[in-house]
């Protein structure tokens, strides 16, 4: 399993990495310029990972505790203190203490969505601009608790609260639209896996496009052939412009 | 000029084309599952129309007159009763009545988007779901008159109302930079124009979309460079994933 912090350094955030702007490149944010702020640690360890360095405990070394404050600072720095989007990603963003860093930020103008499993509730969910729930469909390997990703679900009423599901086949996709319809009220956002993800250690490795494509397409037809006119088809967009590089 | 109709038929609405369910491609509501009805004749004749088969009066056999009802028995046929989103496009759609359609729709469920140049304003602009007004650019050799445009805007006062500005170079950058700052209260899409758009007989043309994508990239980092974050910045989803194809 991929590094589960069972204790975390104060009231620090483990951060792999902090970068852009750059647009968001899927889901209900999509093409919307945005920092990424990217946790270390995850407690899920999915079959098709696409960013096993901040998953990994391998890679631990390269995550940095750093506090609120001096997030906030490296956030600013890189928008030049114009207020945007800030994206919570991981790894699993929820196993960290981010309810400081938000209530910071937000005091500034900053607005924050955070995309997490639905493994843990947190308070500050409530708080967030968005909460992007992405369960994990059975590809993945991992197994979804219902119980809590339900308290996932309440501990967001504030926020603006939207399912991404990733599908590699039609077993994900069935299992998709099985999900979907105990969410009624939240919009569904399907997004097709990438089979070629980045190792670790090499951003320049070269994607599958033209398969990652071709599965787009067989998502869109599923979904067009079922009327299921509620979900949105959305690429990986940064994959289809930028491959697999990190960064942007 | 690209056939402005002096006169409508009765109430029919000129029909281009009748398409999908397949998802929209760009703008505000990419990934949307959508049923596209085309109206011909446009207003305008941009340097760049990637739709000619439906502004050119050349084609104009190829249009044909449909009462409201008609049209929308064709929407439900495609989309088997179940409602979704209708983008009405063109040609310019607002030169058609299309204000029966919209409501004979919406009394079955349906939503309706419209995509316009903003060169005619309709009442009937207030019943939409959404309107997306498309201002051309420099590069369209198009020019706006913003008397008509602004009208469009009070027209729309109901319906969400979103700009959606194709940029090919950086005077449409600037261009479009300096609408926005017109119209704060709007949501603004930038999309890269396509420099490849199909001749109207071949739809299997190809595309240079590693030209088109190389376009996305700049449009990006001149957002980023600009700091304007609330920009949004969508490529044609539709054209990466299926080209020049028609009716996807």
Redesign the interface.
Known sequence: MGGIPSVTTGDKIRVSEIFG???QGEGAL????TVFVRTGGCDYRCSWCDSLHAVDAEYRDTWKPMAPAAVMAEIEAL??G????VSLSGGNPAIQPLGALIELGQGKGYRFALETQGSLARPWFGDLDMLVLSPKPPSSGMPVDWQIFNHCVAAAAEAKTVLKIVVFDEQDYQWAREVAGHYPDLAV?LQPGNHTPPPPDDDAAVVDQEGV?AR??WL?DR??ED???T?????Q?HV???GNKRGV
């Open positions: 702007p750059t647009i999509i093409g919307v310029p928008s030049g114009a207020p945007l989007m956002y494509d787009m397409r869109v979904v067009i009327r299921w006119f979900a949105k088809v959305l690429p967009l289809m412009l930028w």
